[in-house]
């Protein structure tokens, strides 16, 4: 697509619960990452992949935090048995394999553990 | 000490009024982001920049590398204009990951 596209764009769930959020990324663009933004606060990195692999998980601030990704597309953040800690905007960006030619970022979803 | 650090955190400003916004950071870095985040949460990348000076209509950012700062400017500022500005910076040089660190942001109200 033309951009990078995230869905759900809202999601209340309770806590407890596991979720999905979706990120499809820019055609063509190999890196894909994951930030979050709690309220209030700044932007903060959870991973990174290159391709289907993750090379750097460093940001992910659990073992209830995990994501995958399809080949050089879609990536799916899986949150479980999720704590209202966890309640934040999730963005997704991608790139080309460097990204000095091109960062674009996802509209976000913003979730809500109740 | 924060890797990037911006002035001001906060700017009221009148329409019309010339804006600028500041960043400074501490690691070598092969190009600097400067986002706009509006209240929805949405982000838009607005300049990628690795040398001297980038101008999309009223928008202008400035990089001096030796420095290890950036400004964003903003000309004949006006009120669609307010929103959180935010500047980013990958956080290793020419490293695998290339993931962005970013600054705290300068939250901007331009007021009619």
């Known amino acids: 697509g033309a951009g990078v596209s995230q869905s759900p764009s809202n999601k209340v769930t309770e806590k407890g619960k596991d979720v999905e959020l979706r990120c499809d990324p820019i055609s063509g663009h190999t890196a894909l990452y994951w930030y979050r933004q709690r309220l209030g606060q700044g932007l903060e990195f959870l991973i990174y992949f290159q391709g289907n692999s993750a090379p750097d998980k460093s940001g992910l601030p659990s073992d209830r935090f995990s994501a995958e990704r399809t080949g050089e597309s879609v990536s799916t953040l899986t949150i479980q048995r999720t704590q209202q800690e966890d309640s934040a905007v999730y963005l997704c960006?991608?790139?080309?394999?460097?990204?000095?030619?091109?960062?674009?970022f996802g509209s976000g979803t913003r979730l809500t553990v109740v | 000490k924060n890797e990037v650090e911006q002035s001001p955190q906060n700017l009221t400003a009148q329409e019309g009024e010339f804006i600028t916004i500041n960043c400074s950071y501490s690691v070598g870095i092969s190009a600097l982001h400067w986002l706009q985040q509006h209240p929805g949460g949405g982000i838009v990348s607005l300049f990628m920049?690795?040398?001297g000076k980038k101008k999309h209509g009223r928008l202008i950012a400035t990089i001096n590398i030796q420095e290890k700062h950036s400004s964003l400017h903003i000309t004949a500022s006006h009120p669609r204009d307010s929103a959180v500005y935010i500047c980013?910076?990958?956080?290793?040089?020419?490293?695998?990951?290339?993931?962005?660190?970013f600054g705290t942001g300068t939250l901007l109200a331009v007021q009619p």
């Open positions: 980013a910076v990958p956080s290793r040089y020419g490293g695998a990951t290339n993931k962005l660190i």
């Open positions: 960006a991608s790139s080309p394999t460097r990204p000095i030619y091109g960062y674009t």
């Open positions: 920049l690795s040398s």
